[in-house]
């Protein structure tokens, strides 16, 4: 048995239990309460004295973000030797730079933040999963360590399977050039051809105009790090539909779909169904809606991995 002590917040329960069953993490207990007016108490019930100690939370909203760095704050302020936050999903990705005067960069604003967690008496770092832009990893100040992992291996898997059991060809592809890199590389590592999709932004609308690649009879297997809404999905879909796919599957990592946003997808008949990391505690729920249509890749042994190497 390992014996770091892993907390998680709130909606991380199930990723901590995970990791405490294939890494054998001691669980460390909370006792939570939420006040009439929304505030939220917390109190670190475990010995954390010396110890080191890792906490498993998001940042996809600014309550989740707060309760990871006050979480993480009371685990230093107990005496913790290292610290590891672990954060599957780190939220407004997207917001990485200013684009218009005056823009926030809220990506940036959210690690210093971070970064302002009090030094545990030996180290603190930061564990990320597939940031949507790589670059945010730098954004991590003073003595906190930022350490970026991949489901790349997951993704791999499953894409493998995939070509093995269809009769015919299966191209790789994604919604548009900005992720051709990295499709471009697990097409490799597969063994297959990698395709992507032309955008072109008029009168302030972004449509797909063409794709790269033949696809006509072939299995597509579109790849994005991270489905929101699912609009650039549709629209590359569509452009690969109207070429000739023959069948089409989505993989994400982080899977936010908001809202309505998934039977929007399946409802566009598009898809056969939607592969999705646990990196958020949604593409649970909505698996154990439509199991047949949301399949869910566990990703804990990503982050046990790490630290049996560290």
């Not at 054998?24 to 006792?31: A, Y």
């Not at 990485?96 to 545990?120: C, D, H, I, M, Q």
């Not at 990698?194 to 072109?200: D, G």
Request: aromatic fraction near 8%; include cysteine; hydrophobic fraction near 45%.
């Amino acid at each position: 048995m390992d014996s770091r002590l892993i907390f998680a917040t709130e909606r991380y329960g199930y990723m901590q239990a995970a990791m405490c069953r294939e890494k054998g993490f001691i669980p460390g207990v909370l006792e939570r309460t939420r006040f009439p007016d929304g505030e939220r108490y917390l109190r670190i019930e475990s010995d954390v004295k010396g110890k080191d100690v890792i906490v498993v939370g998001a940042t996809n909203d600014d309550a989740a973000t707060l309760e990871l760095f006050d979480l993480a704050t009371g685990l230093t302020a107990c005496g913790a030797a290292r610290l590891s936050m672990v954060i599957p999903y780190f939220g407004y990705s997207t917001q990485e730079r200013a684009v218009r005067k005056g823009e926030v960069v809220t990506a940036k604003a959210r690690a210093v933040l971070l970064s302002s967690v009090p030094r545990a008496y030996l180290s603190n770092e930061v564990v990320l999963l597939d940031l949507h832009t790589a670059g945010i990893s730098h954004y991590f100040e003073g003595h906190l360590h930022s350490v970026h992992l991949s489901a790349h291996s997951f993704v791999l898997d499953v894409v493998r399977k995939m070509a093995k059991s269809f009769q015919g060809e299966t191209v790789v592809a994604c919604t548009d050039a900005g992720r051709a890199k990295w499709v471009q590389q697990l097409a490799n590592d597969a063994g297959l051809t990698a395709a992507f999709a032309y955008k072109a932004r008029r009168a302030g609308n972004v449509t797909t105009t063409g794709i790269n690649a033949d696809v006509r009879d072939k299995q597509v297997i579109i790849y994005d790090d991270m489905i929101r809404t699912g609009g650039s999905l549709l629209q590359a879909a569509a452009a690969y539909k109207q070429e000739g796919a023959k069948t089409l599957t989505a993989i994400t990592t982080h899977a936010v779909l908001p809202g309505e946003s998934l039977a929007k997808i399946k409802a566009s008949g598009l898809f056969s169904c939607l592969y999705a990391t646990d990196s958020l505690p949604q593409a649970i729920e909505l698996a154990a809606k439509d199991p047949s249509f949301v399949k869910v890749l566990p990703v804990a042994s990503v982050f046990t991995s790490f630290f049996k190497e560290a």
